[in-house]
């Protein structure tokens, strides 16, 4: 019995061919993607114009230099929304797994929310979210 333990935990070399398909699968996914670029490249209509060449930005006719400064306020905003999203997300895993968490759960969520009130009220104190420009 124990040589047979032994038998089936040495490896045959075997495991390596299992991973062929997916080789296959990746050089062939690589050469197709290369092969249609590289047929619109050189199959594609080139007229260059200064249409064609100018930036385009969802529609809206560029006016100035778009280096300008802009304000702070929009990227505030912006990080407060992703940070306040990924934190909607912690909630995820208490909805799947209330009942076995119990009351230690429950009490772990009751915080998390607590401390995610916190720093939105200290948010809305700091005057982040009012555009005053």
Do not use: C
């Not at 075997?14 to 690589?30: E, G, K, M, N």
């Not at 915080?111 to 420009?133: C, N, P, R, S, T």
């Amino acid at each position: 019995m124990l040589n047979i333990f032994f038998l089936q935990a040495v490896s045959t070399g075997a495991d390596t061919i299992d991973y062929l398909p997916i080789a296959i699968q990746l050089i062939f996914a690589v050469v197709l993607v290369g092969g249609i670029i590289m047929v619109t490249h050189v199959l594609g209509p080139k007229r260059k114009n200064a249409a064609k060449l100018e930036n385009f930005e969802s529609g809206i006719q560029s006016r100035d230099n778009a280096r300008r400064p802009m304000a702070i306020k929009y990227f505030l905003v912006a990080i407060l929304f992703v940070l306040f999203d990924v934190e909607v997300i912690f909630f995820y895993p208490y909805a799947v797994n209330f009942r076995n968490l119990g009351w230690h759960g429950f009490l772990a969520i009751v915080m998390f929310v607590a401390f995610f009130l916190a720093g939105f009220i200290y948010i809305v104190k700091k005057g982040a979210l009012q555009w005053e420009d």
